[in-house]
């Protein structure tokens, strides 16, 4: 395409519309992966809390065997809500 008075704007760098242009597709980049690191944030933090609850789970178990309670504790121990 030629350039002609009436598409210069387009054709022409550094003018107002190529800056948006150029702002506007950074800025969908930056949501993307801004979007994509709190998915893995909130991934880790979920599978973090599964090891932590699972290991409070599993001590709070050990302590109701150790103690000699009734089995009715150590099935809310084993399922990590403890005893």
Request: aromatic share 12%; proline share 2%.
């Amino acid at each position: 395409m030629p350039l002609t008075m009436e598409n210069w704007h387009w054709e022409c760098p550094g003018t107002l519309e190529s800056y948006i242009r150029l702002l506007t597709i950074i800025g969908l980049v930056l949501i993307l992966q801004l979007v994509s690191y709190l998915r893995w944030v909130l991934r880790l933090h979920a599978y973090l809390m599964a090891v932590i609850w699972w290991h409070l789970g599993n001590f709070s178990l050990s302590l109701t065997l150790n103690s000699g309670k009734s089995e009715q504790y150590n099935v809310c121990a084993g399922a990590g809500v403890g005893g």
